[in-house]
C-alpha cells in the first residue's frame, strides 16, 4: 500500500526538498472553531505520535493565526458535530529543520479530506454528519474531485457501511489504523480538514435536548441534489421524478407502499397485519425492505419509486432521502415516547423544497408494548438502576425531555416493540392525509424571490391643521419582468421618526395615498418591499424619508 502513495506523480526529491524549505502551509475559513475548514500544503501525521505536525520554516503561513488559542478549545471540529470535545482537531509543532533527525516522509500526492466520521455504525448518522457534508465539503473545494482522498481519521473500523463511503470518490478511503503502513511520518501534500456543516439539520441533544438545528441553511434541494448523485453512483436507475399522489384515488396502477422493517429490535409485533391494513387502506401493493435483507442500492431503487414509506423511528429512515417528491412518511413511535421531540426525520421530510409529506403515529396503549428490562443498558435495559428509579421508569407513560445520549428512561423506552393497534393507526393516517399537497396540482413551489422594488418616492401634502396625505410610488422589481408570478403583492411599513412602531400595508398595487393616521408636519420612514406568492419576500428598498 505504501508503494500506491509514494508511486508518485510527484518527484520525491521536490517535494522533500519544499517540505524542507517552506515547510507547512495553512489557509482556513471560518472565524471560530465550528464553522472552520483549513487547507495545507504539506500537513504532515506521525504515526508513532498519532497527531498531525505543522512545520515551520520561513516561508509558512497559518492563517488563522491563533497563538495558544488553538487550544481553547481547538483549531477545528474534525466531524460535522459541532464543538463535540472528542471530535477537534489539532496538530503539533516543529522546525522544518527537525525533518533532518527524523524517519523520511512518505508523501501523499492526491488531494485529500481529512474528517471525522461521527458514528459509523448508524445509518442516519452515516447520511447526516459524514456522506452529505462530505459531498458538501467536496463541492466547496473544486480539488477535492472525484480524485480525492479521504481519511477517516475517528479511529473506527469500516463499519457496515463502508460501501457508501466509498461512493465519494473513485479512490479508497483511508482508516487512521491503516496510516501507520505508510511509516512513521507521511505528509499530505494537499489536504482539507474538516467538514462544512452548512447541510446538517439536527442536533442530537448534547448540551440541550434534541432537535432540529436553531439555524438551517439547507433545503431539500441540496438533499436531493445529493440524492440523485448517489444513486448515480450506485447504479440506481432513478425512476421518473413524476410527481405521485399517494392518498388519491385516481394514482397510477404501479404505486406502492413501503414498510421498512427492523428485524432486531423496535420490532413491529405484528407487521403483517399492517401490511394488510395499508393495502386495503391505499389500495396499492405493499412492500418491505430490511438492512438486515437486502443490499443498500436495492432498498435505495425500491424506495425511489415510493408512494408511502412507513416506519418504526429509526435509523433506517433516513432513506427517506430517496423518496420521490409528493411521498408520505408515516413514522411510527413507541409507548411513552413523544414524537414532538425526536424529530430527525420529520424535519428532514419538512425541509423547504423537499416536497414530502410527513405523519407521526404514537402507541398510547401501553398493553401493547414490549419492554425488555433485562437487555443490556446500550439496549433499553434498567435491570441496573436502583429498584426505586425502575418503579419510577415503568410507571412514566411519557419520557421527560432529556440530553443525550445515556438516558435509560429514554433507552428502555425507545427500544420497546410494539403490536401496532390498527383502528389507531388508520385514524392517523386518514387524518393526517387529509392535509397532504398535492404536489402535482401544487407544482413544486417556486424560489425566485423579488428583487428590490425600484424608484421609490414619497409625495406629500397637508389637507388641514390635522390632516395630511403621504403618496408612496414605486417601480416593479427588475427580475419580475422575466418572470410568471402568480400573485405579486408589496408591503409598505410607515413609522412615525421618533416612534418604535411601525404600520404594514399589504398593497396589489404600485402607488397609494395614505391619510389616515397621517399628521401635518410630520416625517415619516416608509419602507417597500415587493411579495411573490404570498410568502416569498423581497429585501425592503432603501427607506424613504417622507416630511408632510
Ligand atoms: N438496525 C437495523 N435493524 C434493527 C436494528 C437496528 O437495521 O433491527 C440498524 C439501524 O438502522 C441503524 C443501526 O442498526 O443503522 C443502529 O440501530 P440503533 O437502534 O442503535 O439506532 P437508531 O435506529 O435508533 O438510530
Given at each position: 500500500?505504501?508503494?500506491e502513495v509514494s508511486?508518485?506523480?510527484?518527484?520525491?526529491?521536490?517535494?522533500l526538498?519544499a517540505l524542507?524549505?517552506?515547510?507547512t502551509r495553512m489557509v482556513?475559513?471560518?472565524?471560530?472553531?465550528?464553522?472552520?475548514?483549513?487547507?495545507?500544503d504539506?500537513l504532515c501525521?506521525?504515526s508513532?505520535?498519532?497527531e498531525?505536525?505543522?512545520?515551520?520554516?520561513?516561508?509558512?503561513?497559518m492563517?488563522p493565526?491563533?497563538?495558544?488559542r488553538?487550544?481553547q478549545?481547538?483549531?477545528?471540529?474534525?466531524?460535522?458535530?459541532?464543538?463535540?470535545?472528542?471530535q477537534?482537531?489539532?496538530?503539533l509543532?516543529?522546525?522544518a529543520?527537525?525533518?533532518?533527525?527524523m524517519?523520511k516522509?512518505?508523501f501523499?500526492p492526491?488531494?485529500?479530506?481529512?474528517l471525522?466520521?461521527?458514528?459509523?455504525?448508524?445509518?442516519?448518522?452515516?447520511?447526516?454528519d459524514?456522506?452529505?457534508?462530505?459531498?458538501?465539503?467536496?463541492?466547496?473545494?473544486?480539488?477535492?474531485d472525484?480524485?480525492?482522498?479521504?481519511?477517516?481519521?475517528e479511529g473506527?473500523?469500516?463499519?457496515?457501511?463502508?460501501?457508501?463511503?466509498?461512493?465519494?470518490?473513485?479512490?479508497q478511503?483511508?482508516?487512521?489504523?491503516?496510516?501507520?503502513?505508510f511509516g512513521k511520518?507521511m505528509c499530505f501534500?494537499?489536504?482539507y480538514v474538516?467538514?462544512?456543516?452548512?447541510?446538517?439539520?439536527?442536533?442530537y441533544?448534547?448540551?440541550q435536548?434534541?432537535?432540529?438545528?436553531?439555524?438551517?441553511?439547507?433545503s431539500?434541494?441540496?438533499?436531493r441534489?445529493?440524492?440523485r448523485?448517489?444513486?448515480?453512483?450506485?447504479?440506481?436507475?432513478?425512476?421518473?421524478?413524476?410527481?405521485?399522489d399517494?392518498?388519491?384515488a385516481?394514482?397510477?396502477?404501479?404505486?406502492?407502499v413501503?414498510?421498512?422493517?427492523?428485524?432486531e429490535?423496535?420490532l413491529?409485533?405484528n407487521e403483517?397485519e399492517?401490511?394488510?391494513?395499508?393495502a386495503?387502506?391505499?389500495?396499492?401493493?405493499?412492500?418491505?425492505v430490511?438492512l438486515?435483507?437486502?443490499?443498500?442500492p436495492?432498498?435505495?431503487?425500491v424506495?425511489s419509486?415510493?408512494s408511502?414509506?412507513?416506519?418504526?423511528h429509526?435509523a433506517?429512515?433516513i432513506?427517506?432521502?430517496?423518496?420521490?417528491?409528493?411521498a408520505a412518511?408515516?413514522?411510527?413511535f413507541?409507548?411513552a415516547?413523544?414524537p414532538?421531540?425526536y424529530?430527525?426525520?420529520?424535519?428532514?421530510?419538512?425541509l423547504?423544497?423537499?416536497?414530502l409529506?410527513?405523519?407521526?403515529w404514537?402507541n398510547t396503549?401501553?398493553?401493547?408494548?414490549?419492554?425488555?428490562?433485562?437487555?443490556?443498558?446500550?439496549?433499553?435495559?434498567?435491570?441496573?438502576?436502583d429498584?426505586?428509579?425502575?418503579?419510577?421508569?415503568?410507571a412514566?407513560?411519557?419520557?421527560?425531555r432529556?440530553l443525550?445520549c445515556?438516558?435509560?428512561e429514554?433507552?428502555?423506552?425507545?427500544?420497546?416493540?410494539?403490536l401496532?393497534?390498527i383502528?389507531?393507526?388508520?385514524?392517523?393516517?386518514?387524518?393526517g392525509?387529509?392535509?397532504k399537497?398535492?404536489?402535482?396540482?401544487s407544482?413544486?413551489?417556486?424560489?425566485?424571490?423579488p428583487?428590490?422594488?425600484r424608484?421609490?418616492?414619497?409625495?406629500t401634502?397637508v389637507?388641514?391643521t390635522?390632516?395630511?396625505?403621504?403618496?408612496?410610488s414605486w417601480q416593479?422589481?427588475w427580475?419580475?419582468?422575466?418572470?410568471?408570478v402568480r400573485e405579486?403583492k408589496?408591503?409598505?411599513w410607515?413609522?412615525?421618526q421618533g416612534?418604535?412602531?411601525y404600520m404594514p400595508?399589504?398593497?396589489?398595487q404600485?402607488?397609494y395615498?395614505?391619510s389616515?393616521n397621517?399628521?401635518?408636519?410630520?416625517?415619516y420612514?416608509?419602507?417597500v418591499r415587493?411579495?411573490?406568492?404570498?410568502?416569498?419576500?423581497?429585501?425592503f428598498?432603501?427607506?424613504?424619508?417622507c416630511r408632510?
Open positions: 500500500q505504501s508503494q508511486q508518485a506523480h510527484i518527484d520525491y526529491h521536490v517535494a526538498q524542507q524549505e517552506h515547510g482556513c475559513t471560518g472565524k471560530m472553531h465550528t464553522d472552520r475548514v483549513c487547507r495545507f504539506y501525521y506521525s508513532e505520535a498519532e498531525f505536525v505543522f512545520f515551520h520554516s520561513n516561508s509558512s503561513v492563517l493565526n491563533l497563538g495558544s488553538r487550544f478549545p481547538a483549531l477545528l471540529d474534525l466531524s460535522s458535530v459541532e464543538d463535540h470535545n472528542t477537534y482537531f489539532n496538530f509543532e516543529l522546525p529543520a527537525a525533518l533532518k533527525f524517519p516522509p512518505v501523499v492526491d488531494v485529500t479530506l481529512i471525522n466520521r461521527f458514528n459509523p455504525d448508524n445509518l442516519m448518522h452515516v447520511f447526516h459524514d456522506l452529505i457534508p462530505a459531498f458538501y465539503t467536496m463541492k466547496q473545494y473544486s480539488d477535492l472525484d480524485e480525492a482522498r479521504l481519511v477517516f481519521m473506527w473500523g469500516e463499519g457496515p457501511h463502508f460501501d457508501l463511503y466509498r461512493l465519494l470518490s473513485s479512490k478511503p483511508l482508516l487512521k489504523e491503516q496510516l501507520r503502513n511520518l501534500t494537499k489536504s474538516g467538514l462544512s456543516k452548512m447541510t446538517t439539520w439536527y442536533q441533544g448534547f448540551v435536548p434534541q432537535g432540529p438545528k436553531a439555524n438551517m441553511l439547507v431539500g434541494n441540496e438533499i441534489q445529493f440524492a448523485a448517489l444513486m448515480e453512483k450506485m447504479n440506481v436507475t432513478r425512476v421518473e421524478e413524476v410527481y405521485k399517494g392518498g388519491n385516481e394514482h397510477e396502477k404501479d404505486d406502492y413501503v414498510v421498512f422493517s427492523r428485524s429490535t423496535r413491529i409485533l403483517a399492517l401490511i394488510m391494513a395499508l386495503q387502506e391505499f389500495q396499492m401493493r405493499v412492500l418491505t430490511s438486515e435483507e437486502q443490499s443498500f436495492s432498498i435505495v431503487q424506495i419509486g415510493a408511502v414509506l412507513v416506519s418504526m429509526g433506517q429512515l432513506t427517506s432521502l430517496f423518496l420521490p417528491r409528493g412518511v408515516v413514522e411510527l413507541p409507548f415516547v413523544n414532538e421531540q424529530t430527525p426525520y420529520k424535519t428532514l421530510a419538512t423547504p423544497g423537499m416536497d409529506h410527513y405523519i407521526s404514537r396503549l401501553e398493553e401493547n408494548t414490549i419492554t425488555h428490562p433485562d437487555r443490556a443498558w446500550e439496549q433499553g435495559g434498567i435491570a441496573h438502576l429498584k426505586e428509579e425502575q418503579e419510577r421508569i415503568l412514566s407513560k411519557d419520557v421527560p432529556h443525550c445515556r438516558n435509560p429514554w433507552l428502555f423506552r425507545i427500544y420497546q416493540d410494539t401496532v393497534d383502528p389507531s393507526f388508520l385514524e392517523t393516517l386518514k387524518e392525509m387529509k392535509t399537497p398535492n404536489v402535482k396540482k407544482k413544486p413551489a417556486s424560489t425566485v424571490h428583487g428590490r422594488v424608484e421609490p418616492q414619497c409625495q401634502s389637507q388641514t390635522n390632516e395630511a396625505r403621504l403618496t408612496v416593479i422589481p427580475n419580475l419582468k422575466y418572470l410568471k405579486v408589496y408591503e409598505v410607515i413609522q412615525e416612534e418604535n412602531t400595508y399589504i398593497l396589489p404600485q402607488n395615498t395614505f389616515e397621517i399628521k401635518p408636519f410630520t416625517t420612514l416608509v419602507w415587493c411579495i411573490f406568492n404570498k410568502n416569498l419576500l423581497g429585501p428598498a432603501d427607506v424613504l424619508m408632510t
